[in-house]
């Protein structure tokens, strides 16, 4: 099992930059994936963004490019969610998930594990 817990959401005004952390316990992760994905009122969970443990290898939904960045800490066993420049787009609730995967999984039944989510609003 592995246990992940979101942090950093909060209410913030459109062109600020916030940051999300999910610290993961449980099972060695280190041949996982760990996502980001968000889900806003009414619509589906949507991919964010992901990187792999092992190789740092990330991806990014194309509405988040070049504003959204993933990184991970490896000692820590955390992974965060850098967003730049937001957009009352995207407000949403962030969930952390974990894949049992080597590849840059981007599908959300891939993910097996997930936090309980974090709130993101952005307002205009």
């Known amino acids: 099992q592995v246990q992940l817990v979101e942090s950093g959401g909060g209410l913030v005004q459109a062109g600020v930059s916030l940051r999300l952390s999910c610290a993961a316990s449980?099972?060695?992760?280190?041949?996982?994936?760990m996502g980001w994905f968000r889900q806003a009122p009414g619509k589906e969970r949507e991919f964010v963004g992901a990187i792999t443990w092992l190789g740092g290898i990330t991806a990014y939904a194309d509405s988040v490019k070049g504003r959204f960045t993933i990184s991970r800490n490896i000692a820590k066993n955390t992974v965060s969610l850098q967003m730049n420049s937001l957009k009352p787009e995207d407000t949403a609730l962030y969930y952390c998930?974990?894949?049992?995967?080597?590849?840059?999984?981007?599908?959300?039944?891939?993910?097996?594990?997930w936090g309980q989510g974090t709130q993101v609003t952005v307002s205009s």
């Open positions: 998930a974990a894949a049992e995967t080597s590849w840059v999984a981007k599908t959300r039944a891939d993910y097996k594990y």
């Open positions: 449980g099972r060695t992760i280190n041949t996982y994936t």
